[in-house]
């Protein structure tokens, strides 16, 4: 039996659907390279969303110096309380409160009529005792009375002149005068008052020179010499530095705290003043051309000193050998070297091997395309 061949018009549907699954397979293969597109791009989104902000400086030689730093209140370097050495009322006071005075300068007047009146009276009895001793004397020589009363008279003469040197040392106690040169810091005594004796009336302090006592510890004792250069702030003056020198260093150490006494000198300058808080550095050594980085770098959670370096595109932990830390500044002798970048913000989100991304603190804000496709740009915040 014989088969006829099918007919052309027969076979046409089934080449339709022929191309339509081979269309269709192309469109699915076309998909699936344009998916593996998009997952690609987005891993390497996710990458650099993954990478850590930080902010960076070189590491560069500069100047430092090794210093010991401490507080202190400014000391005058003398003081005195005025004494009232005799009682009596106070005629003339003579100086006010921030008067310059000189050292014998009379300060204070006090009635002096009773101490005048007693000087005159024991006065009289010693030239009376001296004329008495010189009949003695000439009696005497004569063998006329006895050597006892000679003696007798003699004694009673040196009795009376000590007694009038006495009154006369009570009288000058009226005139009340300065002990020290310096400048009158208070005063409690006003005209027509009654001055007791041993009464604090002046107080005046010389601040040719201020002085700054530092309690340091011993194991500065090998370092600190008297003559090395000090520097220091004050925080009732902001802005300001005051030079001056170590004048004496005290060798002993306390047992208790461990400590021994620095005393730094300061030029008298009418703005420094007793009793103002200052901040103090001592430089005992100076290095011209240290590799630095800046002291915020370290990390200072490590026992330790270590850092984060960034080379390409990864921080990674450095440990290094500090030398003197100067101010902001800090020496590094090991571990770094000049023109390394160390990450001093973002270190704390930071392990060893972190991908980074370095930031500039100092650039323009960054500007992107608005959402719905318009030419205008929207500035981030």
Known sequence: MRHR???????????????????????????????????????????????????????????????????????????????????????????EEGDVVRAGQQLVRLDADRARLQAAQTAAQMTKLQNNYERARQLSAQQLISANETDQLKYDLENARAANRLANLELSYTNVTAPISGVVASR???????????????RIVDISRLEATLNVPERELATLKP???????????????????????????????GTFRVICAFDAQEILQPGMFGRISIDYDQRADALVVPRVALLESDSEPALFVVREGKAHRVAVELGYIDGEWAEVRDGVDAG?????????ALRDETAVQVIDPDAPPTTVASSDGNDDAQTQQ
């Open 227 to 257: 003559g090395l250069p000090v520097r220091m702030h004050v925080d009732a003056l902001p802005g300001r530095a005051f030079e001056g020198t170590v004048d004496r260093v005290a060798p002993v150490v306390d047992a208790g705290s």
């Open 188 to 202: 409690s005594i006003k005209p027509g008052n009654f001055v007791q004796i041993n009464t604090p009336i002046l």
């Open 340 to 348: 390394d970048a160390v990450v001093i913000a973002g270190k704390a």
């Open 5 to 95: 061949a099918p007919a052309p018009g027969l076979a046409a549907p089934h080449r339709l659907r022929a191309l339509a699954v081979l269309g269709a397979a192309c469109l699915a293969l076309a998909a699936c390279k344009g998916g593996n597109g998009e997952a690609a791009a987005k891993e390497g989104q996710d990458k650099a969303a993954e990478a850590v902000p930080v902010e960076v400086a070189e590491a560069t030689h500069r100047p430092v110096a090794a210093s010991y730093t401490g507080t202190a209140a400014l000391e005058a370097l003398a003081e005195s309380q005025v004494i009232a050495k005799t009682s009596g009322v106070a005629l003339d006071v003579l100086v």
